[in-house]
């Protein structure tokens, strides 16, 4: 078992910036992918980006990229999700997500662990 615990989610105006941490506990797997999803209110489950455990290849989904950074410290099991430029329709929940292959995806359904969310709220 993998047990995930974010942080990190407040409100912020837009064009500030928060970093979103991902704590891992439990088996942890070095050749596993890590990922960010988000959940705006009445909207369905959306890719943001995901990390290569033991790598550091990454990947984003186009309405975030160049604004938000995803990075790991192995040392602490930690993934961090850095957002820059924040604009309103960033606001969500964001979750945070392991799937056990070498590959991406940007299916939540292919993830197999699951944190429980931290709230992003980005005012105008």
């Known amino acids: 078992q993998v047990q995930l615990v974010e942080s990190g989610g407040r409100l912020v105006q837009a064009g500030g910036s928060l970093r979103l941490s991902c704590a891992a506990s439990g088996r942890t797997f070095s050749s596993y992918i890590m990922g960010w999803f988000r959940q705006a209110p009445g909207k369905e489950r959306e890719f943001v980006a995901a990390i290569k455990w033991s790598g550091s290849i990454t990947y984003y989904a186009d309405s975030v990229k160049g604004r938000f950074t995803i990075s790991r410290d192995n040392a602490k099991n930690t993934v961090y999700l850095q957002m820059n430029s924040l604009k309103p329709e960033d606001t969500a929940v964001y979750y945070c997500?392991?799937?056990?292959?070498?590959?991406?995806?940007?299916?939540?359904?292919?993830?197999?662990?699951w944190g429980q969310g931290t709230q992003v709220t980005v005012s105008s």
């Open positions: 997500a392991v799937r056990r292959t070498y590959s991406p995806s940007i299916y939540d359904q292919l993830y197999d662990y």
